[in-house]
């Protein structure tokens, strides 16, 4: 049954799939490679899941943001050593990680990765790439060109279990209808699983070192003692879990030497112009070390030459634009040529609607939450039109049940604006 809906041909187009898509939506694509090698049913699906990850083509961002993000990689030490690399890393933020740390490639630090090396922390700011490399991990482990002593991958964003926290080893094989394996990792400890966690800082419950959930004791090496962990998290999210893992890495995001090079590879025919703004702009520019902001400004530098409108100064002014872009392109969706030259001319009944995601952004931020349960607000609006406004990111099978219908923004900060 399965590979009746496979991709019956290598050379048949990716479709884009939209970043709020979960793994269990994608279908798997046949691996004959692997079935002649004898590679059992439940690996061979796992991996076709992760191969199309991460489409080649995509409408936006237009060029892949992770081939040009940095790595590092975290010593042992609280002395932060002042070199010159150290001080690139450094953005004058809360999520700044001031400890002494090494530049590293994708490729080192997985190679650096063995099956005794047992859990590895990434840590990161919002918007640095820290979801986008745990989708590379999965699609590459899919692939075969990492991470080759693993037999079973299970990706779970954390984020997912807003209404259901308590994460149990059953439940996450069951998401992955998998269920019947639980005996064979029990029996060998978890050897070759991995675990790839994105999102500590989004997980409704904060990690305890002395809880005593299963989720807990797997991330302190308690149970399943053979498994693989990688997990991703904002820093100040991830204090009490660094003394029990045995890799800690930064996702660092651009320097202005990959801010460049994105936009030369991104908009080659308006790059000098743009980079010619961002220098004028110092301000503007300092954001760009995030590479969603570069993706946004981009877009908005590209949408405002084509229709004539000023340019934003400051980093309010960015968002506002963002916002409102997005809300034309809406527009231009449904077929309705307007100019929206605030968010204050809305025509209704998007204003109210525009109001009501507002709203979620408020309660949302004020109570330190990353996203929320459709169950929880009270919205006259159907799911649909939430997600077609393109500001928030509609999930509808979060949870491991895949029964919840979880609403986030698609980045920290532009919810908080």
């Not at 709020?20 to 049913?41: C, H, R, T, Y």
């Not at 899941?49 to 010593?75: E, G, H, W």
């Not at 740390?101 to 700011?125: P, V």
């Not at 946004?296 to 963002?322: A, G, Q, R």
Request: glycine content about 6%.
């Amino acid at each position: 049954i399965r590979n009746t809906y496979c991709h019956s041909s290598q050379n048949s187009p990716e479709k884009s799939l939209p970043i709020s898509d979960s793994p269990q939506l994608l279908l798997p694509k046949p691996d004959f490679d692997n079935i002649a090698s004898g590679v059992n049913a439940s690996t061979r699906n796992l991996k076709g899941r992760y191969c199309n990850l991460m489409p080649a083509q995509v409408d936006f961002p237009p060029v892949p943001t992770f081939s040009f993000t940095n790595l590092a990689l975290i010593k042992d030490t609280t002395e932060a050593k002042k070199s010159a690399f150290f001080m690139k890393t450094i953005q004058g933020s809360l999520d700044d990680v001031i400890e002494k740390k090494m530049t590293i490639t994708y490729e080192e630090l997985f190679k650096s990765i063995s099956s005794t090396n047992k859990i590895l922390l990434l840590e990161g700011r919002p918007g640095c790439g820290k979801t986008t490399l745990t989708r590379k991990i999965s699609r590459d482990w899919g692939e075969g060109t990492i991470l080759s002593f693993v037999k079973y991958l299970f990706l779970i964003p954390l984020r997912q279990f807003y209404k259901n926290p308590i994460i149990e080893l059953n439940t996450v094989l069951s998401h992955f209808r998998m269920a019947a394996l639980e005996k064979e990792l029990l029996q060998s400890e978890g050897e070759g699983v991995c675990f790839v966690l994105d999102g500590l800082d989004e997980y409704s419950v904060k990690f305890s070192t002395q809880g005593h959930s299963w989720f807990e004791e797997l991330l302190r090496g308690e149970v399943l003692t053979s498994s693989t962990i990688i997990i991703t998290s904002r820093p100040n999210a991830s204090i009490e879990l660094r003394k029990h893992v045995h890799t800690r890495g930064e996702v660092l995001g651009f320097f202005k030497e990959q801010i460049h090079e994105y936009i030369d590879n991104g908009n080659p025919s308006k790059a000098t112009k743009i980079k010619a703004f961002l220098h004028s702009h110092q301000n503007i520019l300092h954001m760009c070390y995030i590479p969603f902001h570069l993706v946004m400004i981009m877009f908005i530098y590209d949408t405002c030459e084509e229709d004539k409108t000023p340019l934003p100064k400051s980093e309010t002014e960015v968002y506002e634009l963002f916002t409102r872009l997005s809300l034309v392109r809406y527009y231009t969706k449904i077929g309705k040529d307007i100019v929206l030259r605030d968010l204050e001319s809305l025509p209704s009944p998007e204003c109210a609607l525009f109001r009501s995601i507002s709203k979620i952004a408020y309660d949302t931020t004020t109570n330190e939450m990353t996203s929320i349960s459709l169950h929880d607000i009270h919205v006259e609006f159907s799911v649909s039109d939430i997600a077609n406004l393109g500001i928030i990111v509609v999930d509808r099978k979060a949870g491991l049940s895949g029964g919840e219908t979880i609403l986030s923004f698609a980045h920290l900060t532009n919810q908080e604006f």
